[in-house]
Structure formats: structure tokens, C-alpha cells
């Protein structure tokens, strides 16, 4: 009898433990799955940090204009932004091959870009200018650059300007901008083109060189993403949103903030002319 007893407790006890493990698994897979629901999907943006003030490194973090873009463009898709910070003539192709989701790093829309990636609408209008040496040189505006060796960052639409518009012109690639200012100040360029904006930023960071007025072409820079991907109408809605909402012009007042002043001046003018 005391045996038959002792069996059953036995029974009794496994299926306890039993039980007990079963919740223990069970809550475990509902603690795992609930953490995999609150898990962000990840948005991966590409982009070339060499372009300030669009995109540049400050202490070890990619930050910019087009960053802080970018940022609102995930949250507002509810998305953890990843940065992925390449050479720029890869950027389309890491797009096209699905590496990255979409590129914002100051590129200016134009024909053949359009034919490989879709374009969200224009959120900066700009141009491209030259750069050269404030003492000596012998460039003037753009009719001087025959024959002169001219600096550009390869891909953009100042390396594209110069093939297309001046055939006489020996152009000299680098992977950055920064590379081909380098090579002005020591002499080895005679002149660089490039985008307005950086061209203001570099020019303040070096006294020895100037910018010319003389802009050279009229263009806009937009996010590109993968032929027929949606998310180009969710970043058209963003855009629209930011324009509106005015933080986009608090993004575009930090960093350029000389313009912002001058646009604000104009209008004061023209507001007392009209009293």
C-alpha cells in the first residue's frame, strides 16, 4: 500500500514538473516574440560623407543636412535608420543590388541617373561653381578653364559638366572633393568644380582659395530609390509633410544659416518698399 502511495506522488510530482516547464517554454516564446514585435525594421540609407554640410563626419558620427533628412524620413516610417557610407559613383549600384534602400548625398537628378533609379521630388535647388587659388591664377570664369587641369570628384554632375561642356579641359578625378581641393592648394589643379554649398565650406576652411560668382549649371538634388519602389510615394508625402510643417526650414536655417538671413532680409526689404 505504502508503495502504491509512493508511486502515485511520483506521477503526481512529473506531471508537475512537467506543467511547469511547458509555462516556462511558453512564456519564454511569448517574452521572444514580443521582443521581435517591438524590434524596429531597419531602413538602410546610403550615402557618401565627403559633401559638407549635406553630409560630413563630426566626432566619429555621420551628420548633415541630408542626415537630419533622413532621420525624419524613418521615424516618420516608423524605421531604424542605418547609414552606410560609401564612394559615391557606388552609391546607385548599391541601390540597384538591393544593399541599400536609398541614397541621399546631394545628388543632383539628371537623365541617366533616371533611367537606372526613381526620383523622390527635389528638396535643395543648387549649382555647380569654381574654385581656384585667391592669388595667381590665371582663371577668370569659365571661358579660362581651356587647356587648364581641373579638379572634380568622379560621378557627379561636375565631373559630367566638364566632359560635356569643355572637351579641351584635362580632368582629374578624385574619389573626394576634399581630395581635389588638396591637390589645388599644392599647386597640382588649376581649378576645381564643384557643387555651390560645399564650395562655400571649403573655401572658409582655407583662406588661400576663392570662389568664382559664375554659376555654372542649374540643378536639384533629390532621394533616389530602386526603379518602382513605394517608397518613393512615402518620401514624397515626407517631404511635402516637412515643407509644410516648417521642419524643413529649421534643418535648412542650421545649416545654412547666411542664406536664411539673406532670404529674410530681402523680404523685410521688400515688405518696407511696398508700404
Given at each position: 500500500m505504502k508503495k502504491l502511495i509512493a508511486l502515485m506522488m511520483a506521477a503526481l510530482m512529473l506531471f508537475a514538473v512537467a506543467g511547469c516547464a511547458q509555462q516556462t517554454q511558453k512564456e519564454a516564446a511569448d517574452n521572444q516574440t514580443g521582443q521581435q514585435t517591438q524590434k524596429k525594421?531597419?531602413?538602410v540609407m546610403g550615402t557618401?560623407?565627403?559633401f559638407p554640410p549635406f553630409e560630413y563626419k563630426e566626432n566619429n558620427?555621420?551628420?548633415g543636412f541630408d542626415i537630419e533628412i533622413a532621420k525624419i524620413i524613418a521615424e516618420e516610417l516608423g524605421?531604424?535608420?542605418k547609414i552606410e557610407d560609401m564612394v559615391f559613383d557606388g552609391l546607385l549600384p548599391a541601390l540597384q543590388s538591393g544593399k541599400v534602400d536609398f541614397v541621399i548625398a546631394?545628388?543632383?537628378?539628371?537623365?541617366?541617373?533616371?533611367k537606372n533609379v526613381d526620383f523622390s521630388e527635389s528638396y535643395f535647388n543648387a549649382s555647380q561653381v569654381i574654385i581656384v587659388k585667391k592669388e595667381g591664377s590665371a582663371v577668370k570664369s569659365k571661358d579660362d578653364l581651356s587647356g587648364k587641369k581641373v579638379g572634380v570628384q568622379i560621378g557627379t554632375t561636375g565631373d559630367a559638366y566638364l566632359t560635356e561642356n569643355h572637351p579641351d579641359v584635362e580632368v582629374v578625378r578624385f574619389q573626394k572633393g576634399a581630395d581635389a581641393i588638396m591637390e589645388l592648394k599644392n599647386g597640382k589643379c588649376d581649378a576645381v568644380v564643384i557643387d555651390a554649398n560645399p564650395a562655400k565650406v571649403f573655401v572658409e576652411k582655407n583662406s588661400d582659395l576663392t570662389l568664382l560668382e559664375e554659376q555654372l549649371t542649374e540643378e536639384e538634388y533629390a532621394i533616389a530609390v530602386k526603379k518602382g519602389s513605394e517608397l518613393k510615394a512615402q518620401i514624397d508625402e515626407i517631404l511635402q509633410k516637412i515643407k509644410s510643417d516648417g521642419r524643413y526650414d529649421e534643418i535648412y536655417a542650421k545649416y545654412f544659416p547666411e542664406e536664411?538671413?539673406?532670404?529674410?532680409n530681402e523680404t523685410e526689404e521688400g515688405a518696407s518698399q511696398t508700404e
Open positions: 525594421e531597419v531602413l557618401n560623407a565627403e558620427e555621420i551628420v524605421m531604424e535608420l546631394g545628388m543632383t537628378v539628371t537623365e541617366d541617373r533616371k536664411t538671413e539673406e532670404t529674410s
